[in-house]
């Protein structure tokens, strides 16, 4: 009977684990492109978004 060969097995879980890895590096790659966070929010959100209730409430009026 033959023996395993666990080497060959590691090595297999080990190259399948760093093909996953770079999958994950490359769709975050993509999302980072596309102008989106981790979160997948604008990554300046409360940049962009306009006046909130409590700055309009606080303004001085004109």
Do not use: H
Request: net charge positive.
């Amino acid at each position: 009977m033959a023996t395993p060969n666990y080497s060959y097995e590691k090595r297999q879980r080990e190259l399948a684990k760093k093909r996953k890895a770079e999958e994950k590096a490359a769709e975050k790659r993509a999302r980072k492109q596309q102008g989106r966070g981790d979160d997948g929010a604008p990554p300046d959100e409360a940049a962009t978004a306009g006046p909130t209730a409590a700055d309009q409430a606080s303004a001085p009026e004109a």
